[in-house]
């Protein structure tokens, strides 16, 4: 019989486990969306705008933020995920 009820608490702790995962990866995804649209705005201004740069000739600098801003996304996700599995 206590086997059957740890069963059950590790549904309900992993069903937690997940949510929380969830939302702090949402949130996460949500600042580095915002972040991005920031810098992409800044890049654009400051290249484009003020030092004439065309545009063909930024874009790969666009690119690199977004890569440079995925790593926020990773890493407190898997951090949340670590210490919620243990």
Do not use: K, Q
């Amino acid at each position: 019989m206590d086997d059957e009820g740890n069963t059950e608490a590790g549904g309900v702790s992993g069903g937690r486990i997940a949510g929380i995962v969830t939302g702090s990866f949402s949130v996460v995804v949500l600042l580095a969306a915002v972040s991005y649209a920031v810098m992409v705005s800044v890049v654009n201004w400051v290249t484009v705008g003020l030092l004439s740069y065309p545009v063909g000739g930024v874009a790969p600098f666009v690119v690199i933020t977004g890569a440079i801003l995925t790593i926020p996304i990773v890493v407190p996700t898997v951090l949340v995920s670590v210490r919620m599995a243990t």
